[in-house]
């Protein structure tokens, strides 16, 4: 008798504490913020996608702000500082920042090659070597990822800023090549090219120079974050980019659809899914892969690259001092092949 009453003390107690389980709150997802490099841009959709279709939720994550930016070096700024847990924006410039006490590091390579490119419209230049640079009028934003790009591009192919004749422009660029105030800009495959094709005439209105083909090995943009994120909260730094290769891989797969949840996600893009899809098609086919990524997935990183990178700003004069590779940059929450 003893023993039933026990045993049925025991099965009251279970069914208790399993009903007191089910009333339990769940764990509150980690809240982050996430600061883009520009406006809104094909290369961004992963952080949309992974939102809409769960990636970030399945993993305690909560995507509370996509902050639109004001350029590269800002966002190293913000996210270094902690104005922003995540960051988005041109590895070079990150490069750059690092060298300047900036605590930002990389933890995935979105473009394995950069997508910037000088680019005029093909009816009036036509852009086939570095030297047809040569005496041309170039709008530039003396700052940022493309004034990085810029001086290290003329720097690779024995040109130097006297070569031409430079104009002072503030992003966005568009007007002053479309009106012929300038007749060269550096821009992104990714991002300016799209845009100004659909407003220069479509599909060849445009003559590019892409810099990777002539002496530019580096890096594009990718995914960031702060050694203080990294130090403290590495559990979060790991499962945020989990979901967000997930959310990559869902993008390069699904092209179309990603520019349907961007253009509909951010206000004002009604009418961008067609712009966006061309921005995400261009680096599907010019930039996402390489060789790595082939063996790793998408997003990866190798040290080699990295080395490359910094070989490359420094010997063409935009770093004063290069950090050491293994600051710049983690491979650490890379899911492994």
């Known amino acids: 008798m003893l023993r039933r009453s026990l045993i ?3 099965g009251i107690a279970a069914v208790a504490g399993s009903l007191c389980l089910g009333t339990l709150p769940a764990l509150a997802a980690d809240q982050v913020a996430v600061q883009l490099d520009w406006v809104v841009r094909g290369n961004h959709a992963m952080f949309f996608v992974g939102k809409e279709k769960g990636f970030f939720a399945d993993n305690g994550i909560e995507v509370t702000e996509i902050r639109k930016g004001s350029g590269s ?4 700024r913000l996210v270094g500082n902690g104005n922003a847990e995540f960051g988005f924006g041109d590895l070079p410039t990150l490069a750059v920042a690092r060298s300047q006490g900036v605590p930002a590091v990389a933890l995935a390579a979105v473009n394995q090659k950069s997508p910037l490119a000088m680019l005029s419209l093909a009816k009036t230049v036509k852009l086939e070597k570095p030297d047809d640079l040569k005496g041309l009028t170039i709008g530039i934003h003396p700052a940022g990822s493309t004034y990085i790009f810029f001086r290290s591009f003329l720097a690779a192919n024995g040109l130097t800023e006297k070569d031409m004749t430079l104009n002072s422009v503030s992003p966005p660029y568009e007007s002053y090549l479309l009106l012929g105030r300038v007749q060269a800009v550096p821009g992104y495959l990714d991002a300016e090219v799209p845009e100004l094709e659909a407003k220069a005439g479509g599909p060849g ?3 590019v120079m892409q810099g990777a083909d002539f002496g530019w090995k580096a890096f594009g ?3 960031l974050t702060s050694d203080a994120m990294i130090k ?5 730094v790991g499962r945020f980019v989990k979901a967000y290769i997930k959310a990559f891989d869902y993008v390069a797969a699904h092209p179309e659809e990603a520019a349907e949840i961007t253009a509909k996600a951010v206000p004002g893009y009604a009418d961008k899914k067609d712009v966006l899809l ?3 098609q261009a680096d599907i086919h010019s930039t996402f892969t390489s060789p790595e990524t082939e ?3 998408l997003g990866w990183m190798s040290k080699a690259q990295w080395e490359e990178t910094l070989k490359t700003l420094s010997e063409q004069g935009v770093l004063k001092t290069t950090p050491a590779v293994d600051s710049v940059y983690t491979d650490t929450f890379l899911p492994k092949s």
């Open 295 to 297: 063996a790793h997935g």
């Open 232 to 236: 403290e909260k590495p559990d979060l």
């Open 278 to 280: 061309a921005q995400i």
């Open 205 to 207: 209105s445009l003559s």
């Open 73 to 76: 070096p800002d966002t190293m």
């Open 221 to 223: 943009s990718g995914l």
């Open 8 to 10: 049925k003390a025991a």
